[in-house]
């Protein structure tokens, strides 16, 4: 169990309300309170502890320094189950590919989600889904047997200029795994302007589409990367809660159908994006009131894609690296609170690597003060058997 300090929620938006924010200390104090409510740490977290394993052996010994191998464990399916277990018996060239592509910069977040994506260019006329381990199992060894099919597909991708990560979760979006929010008054979801004069999605990635559709209003797409970038590294689909609406990460979820991926795909082309880099771009300030969100993206454990990010080793510890994104980001938002814009700010917590107490974080401020805010808490976050959501009863 790992544990940490932490403040109560009131007493940090306590000191936010207390604020006004209209100059540049006023302006560091509330990015530092409004970083602390987004990354604030529930009380204890149960941790996967590996026992003696070829795996084990492997990352604690022979894997560069902080490998992702240690994290795939936690996004553990039938996928998962049965690459580990090739692995462990020494199959074909699961132990080549698997060393290959953990050794990757930058690294890959999901390996489920790449041998999916792998499955379905290598075979796409095979079923999205398979219900039968045998077939699952049989659809797998063929991946990893002796003639290497994952390995040469990962390097003829690399040979044509694709970052492996685009295609192991640089976004790891899951159509419909929000929906649950809107039946949850305490997320304050409900409460937003939909009607604010500019309505942003920082980090938007591939899921702005999904997302717009949840808060019935247009969102425009502020990123590195425009949504049309999914074709372009040869994603095919996207993975779907399932049921509709649970509150989910990944323990229940399944790919597109062919007629899903081709609906969604048309609304990734249609959908509105401005190229933006946190570490350089301010959000354009032209209009009179906002709303922003961001479902991952703030309080992402997963290295940014900027040129302008300071690294690891320039900062000297993994976490420093994580929020400086956070930090930078909450800055660019409050920057726009403090020349007095009417500014809604929702965030969704959800990280590779780290255990966020708050689910969600609802802020609306007008001529510089906070006027109203909601939090959604969790005091787990399970990691092993998929990343669970609350209660629908929020305490």
Known sequence: MARGSKRPNRQILQELSALVIDDDVSLAQATELVSELATRQPWAVPRLQLGPSAW???ITAEAPTGPMGGSWLRDFDA???IVFELYERDFGSTRRTLHMLNAQEPRIPYLRVFVQHALFDLEPDAP???HSRAQ???RLRSLFGADARLLGWARRKLDAGVLLKALGGMTNT???MYDWLAEVPESGLARLPRDAEARFDLGGGFGTPDLARLLRCSLTSLDLHPPTHAKAVGIRRFQVADPPGAPTQVAQTRWQTDAE???YFEALERQAFHHWDVFVDPIDAGAASY??????????TVASHSRHALNRQQLGRNVLAQMHTTFTGIRRVLSLVALGKDVALFTYQRATSRCYRNVTLMLRFVRGRLVD???LERPFQISGAGILGPSRRPP
Do not use: H, K, N, P
């Open 373 to 375: 805010s909601a939090t």
């Open 261 to 263: 991926a081709a609906t």
């Open 56 to 58: 084990q052996d492997y």
């Open 136 to 138: 699952l199992e049989q």
């Open 291 to 300: 709303l922003v969100t961001s479902f991952g993206f703030l309080t992402s």
């Open 174 to 176: 899951v159509i419909g």
């Open 79 to 81: 996928v998962m189950e």
């Open 128 to 130: 999205s889904s398979l």
